[in-house]
């Protein structure tokens, strides 16, 4: 027995962004922070999450302007550096994450952290962060790091996307990003519900401004 569906991948993305404009209330965001916003949507299959999108009125300028630069993307899980598509980086920027490296074990037992707090503290050993994209969607104790480092260092990130997901810190490390008088450009999802899929989605937006380019799902 066949079933009716649609199965062109341009038009599926088409009718979900419409479904999600006619259902989203998006109408606190500037039109750059919009796209990235029913991006985000879109990934999560929730509009609801619109209320509860955090940002600076800057942050899609200065991600996508460091980005024209060549900026790194850091990234706090494979499954967020995964997910971001390299075709749509306007420079081949580097993704760089840490997360499997042999080293990063030893680095969190010696400082007594998460091995995802030793990667940043590598990002800004390495003079990485200064300038970089920050793209956050597993790890809040990576998120807290980043703002301690960056306090601690004077290294500043163009833009933080700080969607970590989970019971334990994750809303109050984005609390404590929208808090912070560091000054920071920033994009957060508030509260426990976020993830890599959704940090992935921002980014990909970010990169890239036509919702149905590759589309093929």
Same mark, same amino acid.
């Given at each position: 027995?066949?079933?009716?569906?649609?199965?062109?991948?341009?038009?599926?993305?088409?009718?979900?962004?419409?479904?999600?404009?006619?259902?989203?209330?998006?109408?606190?965001?500037?039109?750059?922070?919009?796209?990235?916003?029913?991006?985000?949507?879109?990934?999560?299959?929730?509009?609801?999450?619109?209320?509860?999108?955090?940002?600076?009125?800057?942050?899609?300028?200065?991600?996508?302007?460091?980005?024209?630069?060549?900026?790194?993307?850091?990234?706090?899980?494979?499954?967020?550096?995964?997910?971001?598509?390299?075709?749509?980086?306007?420079?081949?920027?580097?993704?760089?994450?840490?997360?499997?490296?042999?080293? %990063? @074990?030893? &680095?969190?037992?010696? =400082?007594?952290?998460?091995?995802?707090? $030793? #990667?940043?503290?590598?990002?800004?050993?390495? *003079?990485?962060?200064?300038?970089?994209?920050?793209?956050?969607?597993?790890?809040?104790?990576?998120?807290?790091?980043?703002?301690?480092?960056?306090?601690?260092?004077?290294?500043?990130?163009?833009?933080?996307?700080?969607?970590?997901?989970?019971?334990?810190?994750?809303?109050?490390?984005?609390?404590?990003?929208?808090?912070?008088?560091?000054?920071?450009?920033? %994009? @957060?999802? &508030?509260?426990?519900? =976020?993830?890599?899929?959704?940090?992935? $989605? #921002?980014?990909?937006?970010?990169?890239?401004? *036509?919702?149905?380019?590759?589309?093929?799902?």
């Amino acid at each position: 027995m066949g079933h009716a569906y649609v199965n062109n991948g341009a038009d599926i993305y088409r009718e979900s962004f419409r479904i999600i404009r006619a259902e989203a209330d998006l109408s606190r965001f500037p039109a750059d922070v919009e796209h990235v916003a029913v991006r985000m949507i879109h990934s999560a299959a929730d509009p609801a999450i619109a209320a509860d999108i955090a940002f600076t009125p800057g942050v899609v300028t200065a991600a996508r302007t460091a980005l024209e630069g060549g900026a790194d993307i850091l990234c706090d899980s494979s499954m967020t550096a995964t997910g971001i598509i390299r075709s749509r980086l306007p420079r081949d920027n580097q993704v760089i994450c840490h997360i499997k490296e042999p080293r %990063l @074990a030893e &680095l969190a037992k010696v =400082g007594h952290t998460t091995k995802t707090c $030793a #990667a940043v503290d590598l990002w800004a050993a390495d *003079d990485r962060l200064d300038g970089a994209v920050v793209a956050i969607g597993n790890a809040p104790t990576a998120l807290f790091r980043v703002l301690e480092v960056v306090a601690r260092t004077g290294q500043r990130p163009a833009a933080v996307i700080g969607i970590p997901v989970g019971f334990v810190g994750a809303a109050e490390s984005k609390q404590a990003l929208v808090d912070s008088d560091l000054g920071l450009e920033y %994009l @957060a999802l &508030l509260g426990r519900r =976020g993830g890599s899929a959704i940090a992935v $989605a #921002a980014i990909n937006a970010i990169s890239s401004w *036509d919702e149905v380019e590759n589309s093929h799902i």
